[in-house]
């Protein structure tokens, strides 16, 4: 999975984009919780890039270590994880090796992180206006009257609707769409390099997730910066991100970029993943599902990992699965070549997705 | 003491979340007990703030020929001292007035700084909770093990019995059960999404201790802290009474008990006012801690 999206792309219009300077570099991070036989590998030799001003998407179920290493990027894990890595490189600084003093310097202000559950993410005691402040006060100085116009600033540019009479209020008094918002405005208050949208939408109803969704795109194009979106919803992966990542019990399993993913998935999980769209499984009986759970930390098989689950499994799978490449991507499976299934019409279309969800 | 008896009801106030201030009121409010509580309470820092203006006498001062005077509403009382004279003939009622001071302020100044020692101690060692955390909790439930009173009167002994060592004293006995409480609340608040959110917008220690956690686990605290107040307010008694505290002939309603103890049989009145005292005192304050429980805990709100 080294060096996975270094290729010339093409942007959504069709043009070919210049290779813009690598912003985010890890290679090989491998995230261990706990010590000796209790130890559990929560992340397990990721490696991902990010160029300036790209959006990639890291998909994934629950427990596969989206989130983990994102806060391993960012120093934020538990005393008891051991993050190891051959390089973890943002904007040409290493973040392992920096100290935490350092470290605080860069997040929250070149990266910043926005998650999943807006609401319980804002501090209860202090009013949007209060928390807004602290962060330009710390990360950019700001004195006086400056916080107070930056925080208007702010707010209309998330489309807070009547942002000046919100200045006042707290968390509790604000929607989940409004605290998603006010998040938003935290995170780009110091116009961050680096975007890390968490499930940005999940907590959100439908209708709340498209405005959403739309304000980080805008955003994201306006002010040239870079996102990891980390989610579980193809559908905003077909809409918003350039390349994806998927991952399954702690690997990265396959990259590749949008267009391709969807049409010709190369690893058996992927293609999992693509047939358990709701949208796309309107006349079925049953949703389709691979057996079996995630492996926990006890049974973890030898080779590959989603061997167990796997419908295309044979013998060879017992030892731990290459790196292949793929046409414009990586995958982690022997099987380069997947038979393509039946799932109806155009079936990984983004603009099929586009437009039923 | 009037500027350390002020801040009292001035940090009860501040450290409510203001959003629902008024829901407090109205909550404090429908506690009949807990308003009678609050008055008797006001009244009470009123008294101990303007005492020499209030006090018919001077409390040291002798009116000889006056000594052992019954209450005035009582036969051979005088109405010069409404609540009689003490054996030197001094006058009660004054001198239970002055009392006052030096028990709330021996009660705030004591539950101030076990608040002030039990908070940093509850914080920090639910933040670092591998070694200095169990370090901590080991302390205190070695401290907490310890018969309070005992605690209070060997700490007496070494230091010698003065209302500065009193005050030492009563917080190192009232510190443990701020630093559990404090450590608690902390823990399930460190668990919260914002103290995440917070450490991604690059809160340092301090910030993230005292700035993004604390304000959310005053509530209880607050509660805890008037219930602290009225125990170290009985303490107080208690170790005027036995002589490590306040000393003869200054006017502590524990000392006053102490000394009113040899004229039990003959002068049974010597001992109902101070001991009054202390009862109303303590009474009032755990009445209105009471209502700013119902006001203040969540769990509680949901039910009324």
């Not at chain 2, 039990?264 to 101070?274: D, F, R, T």
Request: glycine content about 8%; proline content about 7%.
């Amino acid at each position: 999975m080294t060096d996975t999206l270094n290729h010339t792309n093409t942007s959504m219009n069709g043009s070919l984009v210049k290779e813009a300077p690598l912003l985010l570099d890890i290679e090989n991070l491998s995230v261990t919780f706990g010590e000796g036989s209790r130890a559990f590998r929560a992340v397990d030799d990721v490696s991902l890039t990010v160029t300036q001003g790209e959006v990639i998407a890291i998909v994934g179920e629950s427990g596969s270590g989206k989130s983990v290493t994102m806060m391993a990027l960012m120093g934020l894990l538990p005393p008891y994880a051991s993050v190891r890595a051959k390089r973890v490189m943002f904007d040409n600084k290493d973040m392992l090796g920096m100290s935490p003093k350092e470290r605080r310097g860069i997040i929250g202000k070149d990266i910043s992180m926005i998650f999943q559950n807006a609401m319980s993410c804002l501090n209860p005691s202090f009013t949007v206006e209060m928390q807004l402040g602290e962060v330009l006060r710390k990360h950019l100085g700001l004195r006086g009257s400056a916080v107070q116009a930056r925080i208007l600033e702010l707010l209309e540019l998330v489309e807070m609707p009547d942002a000046k009479n919100r200045l006042k209020v707290y968390p509790h008094q604000l929607s989940g769409g409004m605290s998603q918002r006010v998040m938003i405005a935290m995170a780009l208050a110091c116009e961050p390099k680096l975007l890390i949208a968490d499930e940005p939408t999940t907590a959100l109803d439908v209708t709340v997730q498209a405005q959403i969704m739309d304000l980080l795109g805008r955003l994201q194009r306006e002010k040239q910066m870079a996102m990891v979106l980390i989610t579980h919803d193809l559908g905003l992966v077909s809409q918003n991100s350039r390349d994806v990542a998927v991952m399954y019990a702690g690997q990265v399993v396959e990259t590749n970029t949008v267009p391709e993913i969807f049409q010709n998935p190369a690893h058996p999980y992927t293609e999992a993943l693509l047939q358990a769209i709701p949208e796309l499984a309107i006349g079925q009986d049953r949703l389709h599902s691979l057996p079996g759970v995630v492996p926990s930390q006890y049974d973890r098989p030898s080779g590959c990992l989603l061997s167990p689950r796997c419908p295309y499994k044979e013998p060879a799978c017992d030892v731990p699965p290459p790196i292949l490449d793929t046409p414009n991507g990586k995958v982690r499976c022997i099987h380069t070549d997947l038979p393509s299934v039946d799932t109806g019409t155009s079936p990984f279309d983004p603009a099929t997705l586009e437009s039923q969800a | 003491m009037k500027s350390s008896t002020l801040p009292s009801d001035a940090n009860l106030v501040a450290a409510t979340p203001p959003s629902s201030w008024q829901l407090f009121l109205s909550t404090f409010c429908r506690n009949k007990g807990a308003v009678i509580g609050f008055i008797v309470l006001a009244l009470m820092v009123i008294i101990a703030i303007f005492a020499p203006a209030l006090a018919p006498h001077d409390p040291y001062e002798l009116f000889t020929g006056q000594e052992q005077l019954p209450p005035a509403f009582l036969s051979g009382g005088d109405t010069m001292f409404w609540l009689g004279t003490d054996d030197a003939g001094r006058d009660t009622l004054s001198r239970v007035m002055y009392g006052a001071r030096y028990s709330l302020f021996i009660g705030l100044s004591a539950t101030t700084l076990a608040m002030l020692v039990g908070i940093s101690l509850g914080l920090s060692a639910a933040f670092w909770p591998k070694v200095w955390g169990k370090a901590v909790m080991l302390v205190n439930d070695i401290l907490m093990s310890y018969p309070s009173l005992l605690l209070a009167i060997i700490i007496a002994a070494i230091l010698g019995p003065s209302m500065t060592n009193t005050i030492i004293t009563i917080a190192l006995v009232c510190t443990p059960p701020f630093i559990r409480l404090t450590r608690a609340t902390a823990m399930v608040e460190l668990q919260r999404e914002y103290f995440i959110a917070s450490q991604v917008m690059g809160a340092g220690v301090l910030r993230l201790l005292f700035v993004t956690i604390l304000p959310n686990c005053m509530a209880p605290l607050i509660v805890q802290a008037t219930m602290i107040f009225s125990s170290a307010i009985l303490e107080a008694g208690a170790i005027g009474f036995l002589g490590f505290g306040v000393q003869p002939p200054d006017a502590e309603w524990g000392a006053m008990l102490g000394t009113a103890r040899q004229y039990i049989q003959s002068n049974v009145w010597l001992a109902i006012w101070p001991g009054v005292a202390i009862f109303l005192a303590a009474l009032s304050i755990n009445l209105t801690g009471d209502g700013l429980r119902d006001a203040l805990d969540p769990k509680l709100k949901q039910v009324t």
